[in-house]
């Protein structure tokens, strides 16, 4: 005896919404099943439901993103100014301390000469313990003081990395959306500034 297969588990929401469309429109009229149970007027409501919920996430995300980039540019422009700000104090000051220091800005330190951070290697991402968390951990890097991680959402678009966390052990758990994929990708920092990003892991939320 034949059985149905759906595959609904490996479907995307947007797919399940399809493929309940497509069952609906072969369901009506269809003189095989004139009744059907659940009745095709709930499942077109729980198909129309799915489809406007995952349209709703997708306007959401497009915002997020808007934001996020607005954030970005705002930040980066406040770094120019306030680079432009240090360079002319400096000027200005002639190097003299108290001077600086007046301003609320600090002095630099003299540091022993160290080259920038190795590139992060064996970078793993595993499910955490609770829904959306992913647990990622790679090797530390000699002379880094901190690690900054960064993820894209694996959307079959430009990739566009967004800032997660700063930590300052070779792993993190990452609080993410549950069934979204991610790419996901480390970078050490050390006194002599940020090293190359670390090959990418792709990674589903759980």
Known sequence: MAKVKQDLHSKSHIGKADYGDNV???LTGNANFPSVNPSLDK???????L???????????????????NLNAASTE????????GSH???????DEAKIHSTG????????????????VFLNATSGDNAGEID?????????????????INDGVAVVWTHITVVTRSNAALTMKSGVS?????????????????????????
């Open 24 to 26: 609906i429109n072969k």
């Open 43 to 49: 499942l077109k409501t729980v198909s129309t439901t």
């Open 78 to 85: 406040f770094d120019t100014n306030f680079t432009s700000l």
């Open 136 to 152: 990622i951990q790679w090797d530390s890097v000699k002379g880094a003081a901190s690690y900054v991680v960064q993820a894209a």
């Open 51 to 69: 489809r406007q919920a995952h349209n709703e996430v997708e306007e959401a995300r497009k915002t997020l993103q808007e934001k996020q980039n």
């Open 89 to 95: 104090i400096e000027n200005v000051s002639n190097g």
């Open 182 to 206: 991610y790419q996901i990708r480390v970078a050490a920092v050390g006194a002599a500034g940020q090293g190359p990003w670390s090959d990418s892991v792709n990674k589903v939320a759980p």
């Open 105 to 120: 800005m600090e002095v630099q330190r003299s540091k022993s000469r160290i080259g920038v951070p190795a590139k992060v």
